[in-house]
């Protein structure tokens, strides 16, 4: 293969394609542009700057592929972060399950930048420093948030460049792809036979930094890479089609009704069709996405914005947005941070906020907001309590069980869980082996009677009525924004040290029953 053919293919294609989801008259936010087929159509490529052969070209071993009965007892689809929009990624097993599934399995496969488990300092820590290393790496070596399930398979994204298949029973490889030269920060989503990546990272280009000191906004991502949905076979990890954007599409996109919906850096939200990978609409909510990836509920996506920082409710099917709030004294980036949850009619968004100079140090405190979901009326607040300002990735991801909110933060090591009714605290839990960094970004997860948290090195059990430590187990490493994935015996997990790991749910908590 040409590769300089290949590289001006792709850049007439993306371009081409960019131009045409462009709506025709500026907009703002509660305004969107549907995109008709015929005059924004554009031809989608499948070539991409990758020689054959080389080093980032596909990689596929169907002989890796789980076998048809091992496959139908996990789920078929995974249509957004934390695999629904409560967050809680746990399935219990179906009738007839294999004894593998109950018992639960352990591998680790390491990806292609994989740091020793052992290590517990980020590569180039000198450098960063033990409070900035781990989240580098994170960004733009390991693997930012947690992995997807579906039919026996486990997908991840990572940011060294690569997407993963790998069977779930055995770790062993199916397919690695590297579409684009940009990391990978979102957890695939999986639907129609499709696996679906989000490309993006946090940089900014010069000319948009300049931008940003006169202007107080910025596109993030813009000029940095080649952005965007990448849609894949499932199978065999062939790229479908890309739709490219100017900014970044670092959030774990969402399915729903044939359409997959992102935000991006650049200010908007978008639906796009996952079968012919043209644009459905295209909102403009200024400011840029950081981590929020959306929830789709009842026909509403829901989503937060950084810079200017927003939470928003859109119409799913028209992109019109319905209602926009805020949290009060959130920090612009750490409210964009958080992935709302939904449940019950009530929408739970986290941020951190309020900061200080307290002894030469900036400390903050974590606010929880949550709306009714139909109108965007505020229901209650809660505080979690002021600690130091943490690096880079900010908030926790909260997660919603059985009328009860539980969620984490890095600002003071916390893990807390509230009535979503009331907003009554429960309990907190002190993460008792807390990072520099910062510990509870990931969702945790409920499985049969207990909660499960990645955080920092290791997997922690807790008791969910009482936030009481029922067992812990030391994995290494470092978990970024990770929710454990629980299938029946076995928690499957991501982590920052670039690996995908299986372990066994009896190693967590001595006690489970799968």
């Known amino acids: 293969?040409?590769?300089?053919?290949?590289?001006?293919?792709?850049?007439?294609?993306?371009?081409?394609?960019?131009?045409?989801?462009?709506?025709?008259?500026?907009?703002?936010?509660?305004?969107?542009?549907?995109?008709?087929?015929?005059?924004?159509?554009?031809?989608?490529?499948?070539?991409?700057?990758?020689?054959?052969?080389?080093?980032?070209?596909?990689?596929?071993?169907?002989?890796?592929?789980?076998?048809?009965?091992?496959?139908?007892?996990?789920?078929?689809?995974?249509?957004?972060?934390?695999?629904?929009?409560?967050?809680?990624?746990?399935?219990?097993?179906?009738?007839?399950?294999?004894?593998?599934?109950?018992?639960?399995?352990?591998?680790?496969?390491?990806?292609?930048?994989?740091?020793?488990?052992?290590?517990?300092?980020?590569?180039?820590?000198?450098?960063?420093?033990?409070?900035?290393?781990?989240?580098?790496?994170?960004?733009?070596?390991?693997?930012?948030?947690?992995?997807?399930?579906?039919?026996?398979?486990?997908?991840?994204?990572?940011?060294?460049?690569?997407?993963?298949?790998?069977?779930?029973?055995t770790g062993k490889l199916i397919w690695r792809t590297s579409p684009v030269g940009n990391t990978l920060m979102g957890t695939p989503v999986v639907a129609q036979g499709k696996v679906f990546l989000s490309a993006g990272n946090v940089g900014f280009n010069f000319s948009n930094v300049t931008r940003f000191a006169k202007t107080k906004t910025a596109a993030r991502g813009e000029g940095i890479s080649f952005n965007g949905i990448y849609a894949l076979s499932a199978k065999t990890g062939e790229l479908l089609w890309h739709y490219g954007t100017d900014g970044e599409a670092m959030p774990t996109a969402a399915f729903s009704n044939g359409k997959i919906y992102i935000t991006t850096g650049d200010g908007y939200a978008q639906a796009i069709d996952t079968q012919t990978g043209k644009p459905v609409w295209k909102t403009e909510l200024h400011g840029m996405a950081n981590m929020s990836s959306p929830s789709i509920v009842?026909?509403?996506?829901?989503?937060?914005?950084?810079?200017?920082?927003?939470?928003?409710?859109?119409?799913?099917?028209?992109?019109?947005?319905?209602?926009?709030?805020?949290?009060?004294?959130?920090?612009?980036?750490?409210?964009?941070?958080?992935?709302?949850?939904?449940?019950?009619?009530?929408?739970?968004?986290?941020?951190?906020?309020?900061?200080?100079?307290e002894n030469g140090k900036t400390t903050m405190d974590t606010r929880i907001v949550t709306y009714d979901a139909r109108t965007g009326k505020i229901l209650w607040q809660a505080s979690m309590g002021r600690g130091a300002k943490p690096p880079a990735f900010k908030g926790g991801v909260p997660m919603i069980h059985d009328g009860v909110v539980y969620v984490g933060t890095p600002v003071n090591n916390v893990i807390q869980a509230y009535d979503l009714k009331s907003g009554q605290k429960k309990w907190t839990w002190q993460v008792p082996d807390a990072s520099a960094a910062g510990s509870g970004r990931g969702a945790p997860t409920y499985y049969k009677g207990a909660l499960y948290v990645s955080t920092g090195e290791y997997l922690y059990a807790l008791n969910p009525s009482s936030g009481a430590l029922i067992h812990k187990y030391h994995v290494g490493g470092r978990f970024g924004i990770v929710n454990p994935v629980i299938i029946g015996g076995t928690i499957y997990l991501s982590n920052s040290w670039d690996w995908l790991l299986a372990v066994p749910l009896s190693k967590v908590n001595p006690t489970a029953k799968s």
Request: hydrophobic share 40%; with cysteine; proline share 6%.
């Open 1 to 169: 293969m040409n590769t300089r053919l290949t590289w001006i293919t792709l850049l007439i294609a993306t371009q081409a394609f960019a131009t045409g989801s462009q709506p025709t008259a500026p907009e703002t936010a509660g305004n969107s542009q549907r995109v008709g087929n015929a005059a924004q159509a554009a031809a989608l490529s499948t070539e991409v700057a990758v020689e054959k052969g080389g080093p980032y070209d596909r990689v596929y071993h169907p002989e890796n592929l789980p076998s048809m009965e091992d496959g139908k007892h996990f789920p078929d689809t995974w249509t957004s972060l934390g695999a629904n929009p409560a967050h809680n990624a746990a399935f219990e097993l179906t009738s007839g399950a294999p004894a593998w599934l109950s018992h639960g399995v352990e591998w680790k496969f390491a990806e292609a930048r994989s740091w020793p488990l052992d290590r517990k300092e980020a590569f180039d820590n000198p450098v960063y420093g033990e409070r900035r290393g781990p989240s580098t790496q994170t960004q733009f070596y390991g693997n930012a948030v947690g992995v997807s399930i579906a039919n026996g398979v486990v997908y991840a994204e990572s940011d060294d460049q690569f997407a993963y298949a790998v069977n779930a029973r």
């Open 298 to 357: 009842d026909s509403k996506m829901y989503v937060a914005m950084s810079s200017p920082g927003g939470v928003f409710c859109l119409d799913a099917t028209s992109g019109k947005v319905l209602w926009k709030s805020n949290i009060q004294g959130a920090e612009d980036t750490g409210i964009g941070d958080v992935s709302p949850a939904v449940s019950n009619g009530v929408v739970v968004m986290d941020a951190v906020a309020d900061a200080k100079q």
